[in-house]
């Protein structure tokens, strides 16, 4: 057979392929003309379907282990089914501010201040100064304005092909990030609204309100035992006295002369203040009367003093001016910049943020896609002009 097959220029074997192919033809025939009904199970979930495989396929299906030799030396990619999403910031000192949010919708919010406080006379002769009366006064009220900024992000495109290639919502996010994103920039340019000057006057109208103050690095409650550390701001050099449980005291008492309530105080600060505090109350020799506020196992503070404690990467800065002047939200970073810690009673700050509102285009013709943007209204302010209630710890440069 194989001598006739070479005869006429069929090679050898090839004659025992072409009889097994003809074999093979009324099987391949036959399941063509056939339903199959088979279970398909879901490596990665586990879970196991049936379905029905219809004429052509059946036969694919049952051919599948005879094609994975072919297979094998193809690279498979594949998208997993979520997106390391950003980080940001803790905010959560906002909710410690006075809500005002139901004037949001306004430019500016007008905040009446009450004037000077009567004076009191003990024990007073009748008739009053000899008859001829006292002289009348009348008390003069102020006003605190402030503004209601807007805070937009966007727009960004989502094209057709990240809607239907991706595996995960790349629309969803893309507005979480732009939402938080938002919502970071709003908690830092609120830090800075709220930021004191130590420049006002106390309600008599003749003292400063000495508000913002600097750093003692007094150590364990050692006058004689004083620390630095370098400085750690964007930009900044040289050595920062380092904030410590003696400052923290200090606003205490700073609050209780004022006769700021002692319900509902708090203070922001940053990652790298908060450990300079943790070395102190970790070294104090009152340490162990401080384990109720202070948790090793975490290491975090609650409350410390009567104020409640808020963690942030980072807050305000401030430069090194005699009286320390808040700088603006995005400045740049300086050699002379300055960490702080921002004290308050709740209702001293206020705050007004309004709901989100997203934009949408779908389907843009000229982009190619959908477009989205988001937009928040947002502010806050001091709410005496005297800015009792609120207070800054700022380093001191250290030589």
């Known amino acids: ?3 006739t097959l070479a005869a006429h220029g069929v090679a050898p074997g090839t004659g025992g392929m072409a009889l097994f192919m003809l074999c093979l033809a009324p099987l391949v025939i036959a399941f063509m003309t056939i339903n199959l009904k ?3 199970t879901n490596k990665r979930t586990g879970k196991s379907t049936d379905t029905v495989l219809n004429k052509p396929y059946a036969v694919l299906w049952m051919l599948r282990g005879l094609m994975r030799p072919f297979t094998a030396g193809i690279n498979k990619e594949v998208w997993e089914n979520h997106i390391m999403e950003n980080l940001f910031p803790n905010n959560s000192f906002l909710e410690d501010m006075m809500d005002e949010s139901e004037y949001v919708n306004y430019l500016t919010v007008h905040t009446s201040q ?3 406080v009567p004076s009191v006379i003990v024990d007073p002769v009748f008739p009053l100064n ?3 009366g006292l002289a009348v006064t009348q008390r003069a009220d102020n006003v605190a304005d402030w503004t209601i900024h807007v805070f937009f992000c966007g727009p960004f495109l989502i094209t057709n092909a990240e809607t239907v290639q991706l595996a ?3 629309r969803e996010s893309v507005l979480y990030n732009m939402e938080m994103q938002l919502r970071r920039v709003i908690a830092e340019n609120i830090l800075v609204y709220c930021a004191p000057t130590g420049t006002q006057l106390l309600p008599d109208g003749v003292t400063t309100n000495a508000n913002v103050t600097r750093t003692s690095g007094i150590f364990n409650n ?9 400085a750690y701001t964007a930009g900044a050099i040289g050595n920062r006295l380092n904030f410590t449980l003696w400052d923290i005291t200090a606003k205490k008492l700073e609050f209780d002369n004022l006769d700021i309530p002692d319900e509902d105080r708090n203070v922001v600060m940053s990652a790298n203040a908060e450990a300079q505090l943790i070395k102190d109350m ?9 384990s109720d506020v202070f948790d090793l196992k975490t290491g975090k503070i609650s409350v410390i003093m009567g104020f409640k404690i808020h963690h942030r990467s980072k807050v305000m800065l401030y430069n090194n001016a005699n009286t320390p002047v808040v700088k603006a939200y995005g400045a740049a970073g300086a050699a002379t910049d300055n960490d702080c810690m921002l004290f308050w009673q709740k209702g001293a700050l206020a705050k007004a943020v309004g709901d989100v509102i997203m934009y949408e285009q779908l389907g843009s013709p000229t982009q190619g896609g959908d477009v989205y943007s988001i937009l928040i209204r947002c502010g806050a302010t001091k709410k005496r002009l005297s800015e009792m209630g609120v207070s800054a710890l ?6």
């Open 1 to 3: 057979m194989a001598g």
């Open 130 to 132: 000899g008859g001829n």
């Open 114 to 116: 009450a004037g000077s």
């Open 394 to 399: 700022v380093q001191a440069a250290s030589v």
């Open 282 to 290: 970790v070294a104090t020799k009152y340490r162990e009367s401080l």
């Open 38 to 40: 088979v279970r398909i």
């Open 168 to 170: 995960y919502n790349k």
């Open 222 to 230: 050692d006058t004689a035992n004083v620390v630095s550390s370098a």
